[in-house]
């Protein structure tokens, strides 16, 4: 243990980056340089931390405690276990990425990196935290510099895009909020650790109802409606279907390096709360509502996956992509909480398992995708129709190439990172939950063909005469996609890089839920 | 009996020394300064007022207490102190008079002025009828003469006129009521007025009586519905002699009619609301409460400041009255401070006024425009003035209001039963800010006309407005300085 | 030490009343000096006292007849609200740089009414605070009608009338608890142990509490608040909503609730679901935010909005004292405090650095003019304001609302459901005034403003620097504060009040 506080200060090194990139003038060049200094500079720490980490303890590591208003139970305390810490890593090269594919932003550009950079600050915050109090902070604070990223530096449609991305998000949060006020009200705390204690002991549930049923509603009826307004907080973030119809608008106007940011870690942290926030407080009510839930993510992955082939925009189709491949998270989520029988601890470790490798993979393959796409948008002025696009494998073969790995990897192509993790899920899915499973094979399927339609349409075919204009790759691009590109291999073949970390929080997970 | 006259003579020594500066100051004027100009006529007639003043003033410091001819003449602490406050005030509206250009005849003004107030201060320490009825013509036909002091204005005269048929009418019932109180219990004195009163009940001369009385001393300090000589009166009148009346007048009046009724006529006054018996207590009440509604509220209309000021001047009667209503020795202290305290915040209202009717020749709101540019001291002063009226603290206006009305609620013993007539008050304060306002919006806000000149007032004038200004904030700020002297038994 | 924040700001506007009329800058400059001192006095106590405990100032006997003394205390929450006074006369003088008309005068009249609200929250005897209350309404008038801007006559008028009404009625309550009590003193202890019978406190209760509330902006009595703020030049605005209001708050906390505990228990039937004067008060209150809130929302005149904002935020603090219970009283208290900043804030921007520089206050107007290229650090002050004031968490509203809420859910369940509707209203109409005002919609023509737009200056950016982070400071640390506020509502002069639900 650190006596450092090196989670406080990894959080507060982007806003500082933010101040920092602000007061450096107005140019540009000087603007992105520095903030991306910084994001590099947050990666090494994390990668530090990942170093120092102890995959062998299943507590909380790098643990701080500061009382802070006791009238609300609020306490700053923040800590990593496998999870957050993956969540980090994630977020530490989800942020370079974002940056590297906005280095042709002009306009106010010290602004826009500063908000990119805060939003770093508020994704470190949001997975370190461990009481709701500073928690919801972050979470409410990050939706600030994302909408005026969107706002200010996004498409035609930027204006109503922005706003419903705010509002729907906003709405999930009230909910959210009014849930914790309802467990504050009975545990008096808003610790996560302490109501994920009482729920499991049994006592938290009781004690909210017992705080609410003056009113005219059955006892297991106030835990799921609690229940339920946390639920949709986080629903919205993920999204879940049917909450989700504020996403394909949002990335698709927003600029390519804050849809990088979008998809590559915000919707983590809404993948994140389930599993840190709702599925220990909420363990019951989301196994008494197992087959409503698994419906939700199998219409995830099947609907989103079909609305992606739909598509005729490149950034709209891996918007839906992205859903669909969420979708399996919470899939292997949901199946594995309520899981019964002989070997479900077996079943429900791998599902879990995969669904932290799903995440951190899914961030950095949608990631590289949008760069890509970036690529491609700054080449030919803008345009992301499939159909403005044809032959480029000839053109800009190296482009074309490295594109295709990310492409597979999002299909999930094996010895790629892509495919590990959605492995493992339906490796633990099947005999837990077989019929939601089968169904979701469906999502597979449709994955790979809009995929590989993206691949013939954009690659292949005859050259149309912008294509024929297009560059290559630069020395710098080359620079920022190859790490991206490596890590996809090294992930694929060697999975236990991050099973090994994570590992030891998968199975103190699942011990809690299997009984 | 010659002994007999020492006693009187010893204790109307303070008259007696106020009437001979009269005579001294009308002898002087006459015999050596027919010649002088006029500013320098009154000038030194002010002077010899204040030293004779202030001469009385020593001697009623010495004088004793106690009360000679069975009532006659009395003397109190809080006697001395009211008389004390008369020759004060009637001394700063002489010297205001200084520079008020309305007459040469110094002399003869100031002479009316100070016999109305050697009449006052008879009216304040008498205990028998007659003789307060005699101090009262006194006080009243000096009034009506300076009202129509101004031989040039036609206003002036109409005013007087006015003032002095209202005012004999209602001496008239005055007088009525007085002798029907002698008819009913054979005396004059009101002491023993008030034993023989005591068991007669609901006898219905002695109810005419008391009404006559309310009326007759209603009419003095401008009760509505006896108010209506008010408006017209101050507004004709020439300033100094309508500050007199405004102010120094209104305090005597108050006292004596305080004590007419609570030592002629103590065992009428009936509880007023609670059982709805008979009483003067009730007719007060009703006074009062007419005289708040009505004066406040018609105030709102006003254009002519001098109008507004009387307006303003019967809902001030009204408050004062509800001292009356409420006889406690509490309510009597407020009432007297609340008295004084007006009479010099009237005092000083009239001089700025006076200041800008000599520039620009009217006293309607218009003419008050942009006074603060014009005339910073004489602004700050009206804003004092009109603010402490208001009942803004911690102007002696606010003090005065809080403390009367607090004695009000304490009577009857602790059962809050004049409450309404309070609400009423209070809810009237409120009302008189709006019209005060629009006057202090004229003098603040709103910027001077292109044909308002430059305004020099003179120095005398400053002097006192600002004198008067910090008197008003000081009595305001630290009331015990004043509430010391005031003490009632 | 700390009456010396009175007795300076009373010494400083004698002194800038004296001033010659063309001496601007020395007028600026001793105006800031001398609300920069009182701060300071105001700070160093709060350092002092920081277990929010009563300490005694000056005690001396005033009038003797009456038992009233000059008798000047603090508790936490006096702190408190004595440091917001500070902290928000120096950004009013720093955003009140540019007057020039009679800039002695102007600066004279604000210090003394900040005078007078330090003399407000440092009184503790209740003839005292009433002095200091009423002297609050005469430089109010002055301000707007010398200063101000749209139907300045109208609105000061309406101002001060409201405002002597409300005292009128404080002051009826206050003279009958006199005599009640039996005339021994008006110290607000005096005055507490009167003794008074049940159905006096019923009476007395609500009038005073509303004489109070008033000045709160209680609705139905709060259409003087939009008038007069919009009316009002910058700095009395922020005054005004910031402070001022909350010196009617503070008056129903202080007195009304103090003096009147009983008049807040049930009256033995039921009128329309309500049961006492507390359930009255408490309705009142949620209408209000939600009224405001919504009114906000379809206003075309961006000042108006901020001004139905604090008519909805302070219902807020009035749903948070008649909670009863030790959450929701500190979250008022807290509310009036981050209330007091973010209104400052927000007037300020819309007042100083958009309407001062654009002449125009029309949301559609200033939309075309895609303020935030213009004027990019009032676009970012008017976000963080906003931010604060629709309760985004890491600012002090945040905070105080959450605590207001909790302790609404425990007092009065359906209203705290409604008070979230609020909330989500309150997101709304800041949204809806940030965007029109500063982002051009997608689309449409920008328009050049008629002349060029003067750059932020330097007391603008000191201004809205303190102000902004002070909220952030509470918002993040509140302990700083609840501190002193909480052991400040457990003094035994809240006993009674404790003995009702207190949790």
């Known amino acids: 243990m650190t006596t450092m506080p090196m989670l406080s200060l990894l959080t507060l090194l982007p806003a500082v980056g933010a101040a920092v990139v602000m007061l450096c003038g107005e140019r540009a060049s000087v603007a992105r340089r520095v903030a991306l200094g910084f994001s590099l500079l947050a990666l090494g720490v994390v990668l530090v931390l990942w170093s120092r980490f102890d995959p062998s303890v299943a507590a909380m590591q790098f643990e701080e405690r500061r009382a802070w208003v006791a009238l609300l139970g609020a306490e700053y305390r923040v800590g990593v276990d496998g999870m957050g810490l993956l969540m980090l890593l994630l977020s530490a090269v989800v942020t370079p990425l974002a940056m590297a594919a906005s280095w042709k932003v002009k306009e106010r550009a010290p602004l826009y990196f500063a908000l990119m950079l805060l939003v770093e600050s508020c994704l470190f915050g949001a997975f370190t935290a461990l009481n709701f109090f500073h928690w919801f902070i972050f979470w409410e604070i990050g939706l600030v510099p994302a909408y005026f990223l969107i706002r200010l530096w996004g498409g035609a449609r930027r204006a109503p895009a922005a706003m419903q991305f705010l509002v729907y998000t906003m709405v999930g949060s009230v909910g959210l909020l009014l849930a914790f006020l309802a467990l504050f009200q009975a545990a008096h705390t808003f610790d996560f650790t302490a109501l994920a ?307 030891t929080t998968v199975l103190q997970m699942v011990q809690g839920w299997v009984r | 009996m010659n002994w007999m006259h020492n006693p009187l003579l010893t204790m109307a020594m303070p008259e007696a020394v106020v009437t001979a500066t009269a005579l001294v100051i009308l002898a002087v004027d006459v015999m050596g ?155 004059t004195r009101m002491t023993a007025l008030a034993t023989a009163v005591a068991g007669m009940g609901a006898n219905p001369l002695l109810l005419v009586a008391m009404v006559m009385v309310v009326i007759g001393f209603g009419f003095k300090v401008a009760a509505a519905p006896l108010h209506f000589w008010a408006p017209d009166v101050y507004e004709g009148a020439p300033l100094p002699s309508a500050a007199v009346i405004a102010s120094v007048s209104k305090v005597a009046s108050f006292v004596a009619f305080y004590r007419v009724l609570t030592l002629a006529l103590p065992a009428a006054s009936g509880e007023a609301w609670r059982h709805g018996a008979p009483g003067w207590a009730v007719a007060v009440a009703a006074v009062a409460a007419l005289s708040m509604l009505w004066g406040n509220l018609v105030a709102i209309a006003q254009t002519s400041v001098r109008r507004l000021l009387a307006y303003s001047a019967v809902g001030h009667a009204g408050y004062m009255l509800l001292g009356i209503v409420a006889h406690t020795n509490q309510s009597l202290q407020a009432l007297v401070y609340y008295a004084v305290t007006y009479a010099v915040t009237t005092l ?42 208001a009942g803004i603290p911690p102007l002696a206006g606010f003090f005065g209001k809080f403390y009367l009305f607090t004695a009000v609620l304490a009577m009857p013993e602790r059962s809050l039963g004049l409450i309404w007539l309070v609400v009423l008050a209070v809810a009237m304060s409120a009302v008189s800010l709006y019209y005060y306002l629009q006057v202090l919006k004229r003098v603040y806000v709103v910027e001077p006309a292109a044909s308002a000149g430059e305004m020099t007032v003179p120095l005398l004038r400053r002097v006192l407005v600002s004198v008067l200004a910090l008197a008003v904030v000081a009595l305001g700020a630290a009331p015990n300085v004043l509430l010391r002297f005031i003490v009632v038994q | 030490m700390l009456a010396g924040t009175i007795y300076i700001s009373m010494l400083g506007a004698l002194v800038l009343a004296l001033m010659p009329r063309s001496a601007r800058n020395a007028a600026r400059w001793v105006a800031l000096l001398t609300a ?98 009423e002297i609050v309404i005469i430089p109010k008038y002055f301000l707007i009608a010398l200063w101000g801007s749209t139907r300045k006559t109208y609105g000061a008028m309406k101002l001060a009338i409201y405002s002597f009404v409300g005292s009128a009625m404080v002051l009826v309550g206050l003279m009958a608890a006199w005599v009640r009590s039996g005339g021994h003193g008006t110290s607000l202890e005096a005055l507490a142990a009167g003794g008074y019978p049940h159905h006096f406190q019923m009476v007395a209760f609500p009038l005073v509490f509303v004489g109070f509330a008033i000045l709160a902006g209680l609705w139905p009595l709060h259409t003087w608040a939009p008038t007069g703020h919009v009316a009002a030049p910058t700095a009395a605005s922020m005054l005004l909503a910031g402070v001022v209001m909350k010196l009617g708050a503070y008056g129903c906390l202080r007195v009304a609730m103090t003096l009147f505990p009983e008049g807040m228990g049930p009256w033995g039937h039921t009128v329309l679901g309500m049961a006492s004067w507390r359930d009255v008060l408490a309705v009142l209150a949620v209408v209000g935010i939600v009224y405001g809130a919504m009114v906000a929302m379809v206003q075309r005149d961006f000042k108006f909005v901020i001004g139905y904002s604090s008519v909805s935020h302070m219902g807020f603090i009035l749903l948070g004292l008649m909670t009863l219970n030790q959450v929701g009283m500190s979250g008022a208290v807290l509310q009036m405090f981050s209330h007091g900043l973010l209104a400052g804030l927000m007037f300020a921007v819309v007042g100083r650095m958009v309407y001062a520089r654009t002449h125009t206050r029309d949301l559609t107007e200033l939309n075309r003019m895609d303020l935030h290229r213009l004027l990019p650090f009032a676009a970012f002050a008017f976000v963080v304001a906003g931010m604060g004031s629709m309760g985004m968490p890491g600012f002090s509203g945040f905070v105080a609302e959450l605590m207001i809420v909790i302790g609404a859910w425990r007092a009065f369940p359906v209203l705290a459901m409604i008070t979230g509707v609020g909330v989500v209203v309150g997101v709304a109409y800041i949204w809806r005034a940030m965007q029109r005002a500063f982002f051009i919609e997608p689309g449409v023509e920008a328009q050049a403003p008629h002349e060029p737009l003067g750059a932020i200056t330097l007391p603008e950016k000191l201004g809205t620097l303190l102000l902004a982070g002070t909220s952030v400071v509470v918002g993040l640390y509140p302990q700083v504060l609840l501190n002193l506020i909480v052991p400040a509502l457990n003094a035994p002069i809240f006993e009674p009040l404790r003995r009702g639900v207190w949790q």
């Not at chain 1, 297991?220 to 409606?225: K, P, Q, R």
């Not at chain 1, 879940?240 to 600029?255: G, K, S």
């Open chain 1, 197 to 503: 204690a009482m729920a499991h002991s049994g006592q938290l549930m009781p004690a909210v109802t017992a705080k609410l049923a003056t009113h005219r509603f059955m006892p297991h009826h106030v835990a799921m409606l609690v229940f339920a307004a946390a639920f949709l907080g986080f629903a919205v973030k993920v999204p879940l279907v049917p909450f989700h119809t504020w996403l394909p608008d949002a990335y698709a106007e927003a600029p390519t390096g804050t849809t990088i940011l979008l998809t590559g870690a915000m919707s983590k942290m809404g993948v994140y709360g389930f599993l840190r926030v709702l599925a220990p407080i909420f363990g019951a009510q989301m196994v008494r509502a197992r087959t409503p839930l698994l419906w939700l993510a199998v219409a995830t992955i099947v609907l989103a996956g079909f609305a992606a082939l739909a598509q005729k925009d490149l950034k709209r189709i891996f918007a839906y992509s992205s859903v669909n491949h969420l979708g399996y998270c919470m899939l292997g989520l949901f199946a594995a909480l309520g899981a019964t029988g002989a070997g479900a601890a077996n079943e429900s470790a791998a599902a879990m398992s995969g669904v932290l490798l799903q995440m951190f993979n899914h961030g950095l393959t949608a990631a590289t995708v949008f760069l890509c796409i970036g690529y491609l948008e700054s080449r030919i002025g803008g345009l992301r129709g499939l159909d403005d696009f044809g032959g480029l494998r000839k053109t800009a073969p190296v482009l074309a190439g490295l594109m295709g790995i990310a492409l597979f990897s999002s299909l999930g192509l094996p010895g790629l990172n892509g495919f590990v993790g959605e492995f493992l899920i339906f490796k633990g899915v099947f005999p837990l939950a077989g019929w939601a499973a089968s169904v979701s094979v469906l999502g597979l399927l449709v994955t790979a063909v809009f995929i590989l339609g993206v691949i013939q349409k954009v690659f292949a075919g005859p050259v149309t005469a912008r294509v024929a204009a297009m560059a290559d790759l630069s020395v710098r691009e080359r620079v920022a996609i190859a790490p991206a590109i490596a890590l996809m291999f090294v992930l694929g073949l060697c999975p236990q890089l991050i099973l090994g970390t994570v590992n």
């Open chain 2, 348 to 389: 000083g209202a009239f001089a700025v006024v006076a200041a800008v009717e000599q520039q620009t020749g009217g006293d309607t709101l218009a003419d008050f425009e942009g006074l603060s540019r014009r005339s910073p001291v004489m602004a700050a002063g009206m804003m004092v003035f009109l603010l402490s009226l």
């Open chain 3, 36 to 133: 920069a001192a009182g701060l300071a006095m105001a700070l160093a106590s709060f350092a002092a006292h920081r277990d929010g405990a009563l300490f005694t100032i000056t005690r001396v006997p005033w009038v003797p007849q009456m038992g009233i003394e000059y008798y000047l205390a603090a508790d936490g929450i006096s702190l408190c609200l004595a440091v917001l006074t500070g902290i928000v006369a120096v950004a009013g003088i720093l955003f009140s740089w540019d007057v020039e008309l009679r800039t002695n005068q102007f600066f004279a009249f604000y210090l003394l009414l900040i005078g007078a609200v330090y003399g407000v929250f440092l009184s503790r005897d209740v003839f005292l605070l009433f002095v200091f209350y």
């Open chain 2, 33 to 187: 300064l027919r010649g002088a100009g006029r500013r320098a006529r009154f000038a030194v007639a002010a002077t010899i007022a204040t030293v004779g003043a202030a001469a009385a003033g020593v001697v009623l410091h010495h004088g004793g207490m106690g009360c000679v001819l069975g009532g006659v003449l009395t003397a109190t602490p809080l006697i001395h102190f009211v008389q004390a406050a008369i020759l004060a005030l009637t001394a700063v509206a002489l010297w205001s008079a200084v520079d008020t250009p309305f007459t040469e005849n110094a002399g003869e003004f100031a002479l009316m002025t100070l016999l109305a107030a050697v009449g006052m201060m008879f009216l304040v320490a008498t205990a028998d009828v007659l003789v307060l009825f005699v101090a009262l013509e006194l006080v009243s036909l000096s009034l009506y003469l300076l009202a129509g002091f101004d031989k040039r204005s036609a206003r002036s005269a109409e005013a007087g006129l006015k003032y002095f048929l209202f005012g004999g009418m209602s001496a008239g019932f005055l007088l009525f009521g007085f002798s029907l109180l002698y008819g009913l219990a054979n005396t």
